[in-house]
Structure formats: structure tokens, C-alpha cells
């Protein structure tokens, strides 16, 4: 059988920037589907989730490359636009400056965590793949300054194989070329080696959550785009994803952009201001109901795959003579199988999935695999080598956390899915921090 290779082409791309009717816009391209799955698919290990008392941990999901671009402004709802470029189908990074002057950095825009970070100097030094990384430089910035005293300072986020350590730091970000935040506090790290070598090929620098801060490694302290909303730099508190398919998209910030959808907007309250976790109305899988009732998905703009409970995916691949491959924790099927069509139901919206895009191929074209992995249980997490997957796996970590607690967000009894940019490039998704609801358009 091939062996999956590790994809990592990535290039740098820039534009100038225009803003329109208050809105940043920023650009996304893809590369081709097979590079994307030859990532993937290399040494593939699903979501688990655990039982740990270690620190909450962080998704970036399989979206670990990002970039954001500037782009041509267009006529927007309030905000401002800016033009995100995916290399990978699922991967988008972009631009932020912090400290005075700007030191800027390649980050990646993450629905699924709430932390923001960045590497010290020290840290290409103490970790091996963080020597060709941009590192930021407290001494060459007049705005920086250390957190308050009885502050929390120490930060650590456990990924798979390990964690990624520093501490937390307060100085001015700049996210576009607009939006301004004084004294945002975020972590300088001087250990990444929780992310493995492929860290060191990624074009990214750090991460930069767009979750509640509830997730957050210090949720008494306020995140960017919390700190945007309560300064009035965001026309309107939201930020919505246009993921283009092999064509450019955008995320727009202090908006949506009319002119990606259709129709009018199916708006759904959150399960809990927590993650971005949607209520679901059911689960058809080829027109017959896989999950209804209680059923909710957490909308990661991190995540490339779709993840599902583990009972529900194996009967799904089963009905298709599905063979279960530890080597890539996916289910092997006849390439001529015909994949039945996958919908979701969220707010009286269906949201189809064609089933010619839930088969992959490895690189050799030989064998085809379902593209809807499982969520696993287990009493503590196992090693990943690939980084997509360890920060895939970090999301239902910081779940499990959560559920059964009274007040957690995620109720026990959900069956709960993780819903990657195979479900959001079919549909326009607004995620409004104001009101803790998530807006669904269809796409034009």
C-alpha cells in the first residue's frame, strides 16, 4: 500500500490592501486537493476525546498554514474585509503586527482556541523547529510591558506529542491594517517542541484564537477579538468566513460580505459562548437520519476534515464496506464505491455535502479512503505525528473538559461533531461575538 507523503508547499503572497465600507478583506487560494490529502493523510490519528487534568489545550486544527492577504475592497455589511489565500484547501494564515514599531508576524486565524501566541527569541534556540521563525522582540518595542503584578504569567498549551510553553506578555497588536489594540496581553513562547518538525517547514508563525475566553489559557483576560468589540474598532461585533473552493475567499472583520451569499441569513444562538458550537437539527447520511436531538457542531475554521462520534461514523462506513486502517485511523472503501450524500439540518437550513467529495485518494491514486473520520474516547491521549492532527486532537480535549460540568457549554448528552472546511466551504458563515449566535447564508 502507498504511504502518504507530508505536503508542505507553501508560499508567501501579498497585496495591497482597500478598505471598504469599514470591512478588511483578505484573500484565500488553494492548492490542489491531492497535495492537501497527501498531508492529510500522513500518519493519521483522529480527535480523541480524553480524560486529562493537564492545561486546556488549543485548536489550530488542520489549518496550521495560513495567510492572510489584502485585497480589493467590495461593497460589505458594515466592517471591514480582508482576503484570506488557502495553499492547502483547509490552511490560512495571515498577517499581525505587534509592539511599537509594528513587528509583524504570520499567524494562524483559528475558530477553535482562544489564546494568542507568538515565538520569543529564545525560543529558536531552546526549540529546534523554531529556528527559522520570526520571533518577537520586547526590547525593540516601546509599547511592551509585563503583565500586572498577581497577574497569571506562566502559559502552556499541551498539543499530542507535547506542549508548547512561555509566558504572557502585553503590548499593542494590530490586526489589518486598522484594527488597533492597546495593552492585549498574549504569550511570547520560547518552547514549541508540543508541535513537532512540521512546525519548522509551516509558514506561520503563531496562532491567534477567535474563540470566547472561556478557552483561554487565562480566560480572566480579555482576547483580540473581545478587546476589538469592547473598543469600538469593530463596526459590528462579528467576523465571518468565505472558504473558497480551488478559488480565493475571505474573512471579513466588523461584517459580512453581501455579496458571497444569497437569500436570507439563518441565524442559530449557541449552544454556550464557549466554542463556536452550533445546535444541529439532525444528520442524514443518503437521505437516512444518523443524529438527531440533541446534536451540535463546533464550527473550526481549523479543521480541514469532518470528525463525528465514533458509533455514528462506524456505521456509516460499515454501510459502505468500509475497512478500518489503523495506520491512518480512516476506512478504507472500493474506489468505485458511490458515497452517499452527507446533510446537516442547523436551524431548518440543510447543508449538503456531495458524496463525491467525502472519498480521498492517497497519493499513488490506487487507494480511496471516507473523509469523515471518528471522534475517539479514551482515558488519556496518544501521540500524533502529524501536527494537524495534534491540534485537531487539542478541540475535543478542552471538550471533554467541559461536558458534565454544570456549567459547562457542552451539555452532556450532545453528540457533538467538529465541523472542518469541508462543511464551511459549502456555506457562508457568520460568526457574531455580540449576540453568541452563528449566521448561516447559502453560497452564490
Known sequence: MAIFTKAALLSLFAAPGVIADGVVRIPISQISDQELYGQLMSSHVPPMIVRTNSASS????????????????????GGENVVIRDLSNAQYYGKVAIGTPPQEFQVVFDTGSADFWIPSPSCTTESSNCKNKKTYDPTKSSSFSNVKAGAKSDFSIMYGS????????????????????VDQTFAQVDSTDGLGMVFEKAKFDGILGLCFP???????VSTVIENLVDNGSLEKPMFSFFLGNNADG???????????FEGDITWVDLVSPTYWLSPMDEVRFGGNVVSSGKTAGIMDTGTSLLYGPQDIVMNMATSLGGQFLPQVQLFLIDCDTTVPDLEFTIGGMAINIPGSELMVKDDS???????????????EGMDADNLDTELDESVVDQMNRLVGDPSSPIPAGFSTWLMGDTFLRKVYTIFDYGEQKIGYATLK
Open 162 to 181: 507535547g506542549p508548547v510553553q512561555g509566558a504572557f506578555s502585553v503590548d499593542t497588536v494590530i490586526l489589518g491594517d486598522d484594527y488597533t489594540v
Open 250 to 260: 475571505e474573512l471579513t472583520l466588523g461584517g459580512y460580505d453581501e455579496s458571497r
Open 365 to 379: 491514486g490506487t487507494y480511496c479512503f471516507l473523509s469523515i473520520a471518528m471522534m475517539n474516547f479514551a482515558e
Open 58 to 77: 488549543s485548536s489550530a486544527a488542520v489549518a496550521t498554514h495560513r495567510q492572510l492577504l489584502r485585497g480589493d475592497g467590495v461593497s460589505v455589511k
Open 214 to 220: 472561556v478557552l483561554s489559557q487565562d480566560p480572566g
